[in-house]
C-alpha cells in the first residue's frame, strides 16, 4: 500500500509527497487525492495497488484505502449531468 502526505501551501493549494521516499509528485494543486494518484500512474506504479492520503503530522488517514486508478479517474467522469427540474411547490393560499 503507498500512502502520499500533504502540505497545506499558500492559497489553499497542496504539496503531496510520497511517505518513505518524501519524493514530491506534485505541488500546487487543489485536488491532492486524485493529482498524487495520477502522478504515481504517470510513474507506471500498478491502477490496481492500494493507496490512502494523509496530512503530514496526523495520525490518521483522511480517506479509506482504494486503488490508485480509481482515485486518479477525473471527478468529471464521476458526475452524471441531469437538466434542472423545480421542485414541486404547494401554495396553501
Do not use: N
Not at 505541488?27 to 495497488?49: F, H, I, M, W
Amino acid at each position: 500500500m503507498k500512502r502520499l502526505l500533504i502540505d497545506m501551501l499558500p492559497g489553499g493549494t497542496y504539496a503531496v509527497r510520497l511517505e518513505g521516499t518524501e519524493e514530491l509528485l506534485v505541488s500546487g494543486t487543489r485536488e491532492p487525492l486524485r493529482d498524487g494518484a495520477s502522478a504515481l500512474l504517470a510513474q507506471d506504479y500498478d491502477p490496481g495497488v492500494l493507496m490512502t492520503m494523509r496530512v503530514r503530522g496526523r495520525s490518521s488517514d483522511t480517506h479509506a484505502r482504494g486503488p490508485i486508478g480509481d482515485f486518479a479517474k477525473s471527478v468529471d467522469a464521476c458526475l452524471r449531468r441531469a437538466p434542472w427540474v423545480p421542485l414541486p411547490h404547494e401554495c396553501d393560499t
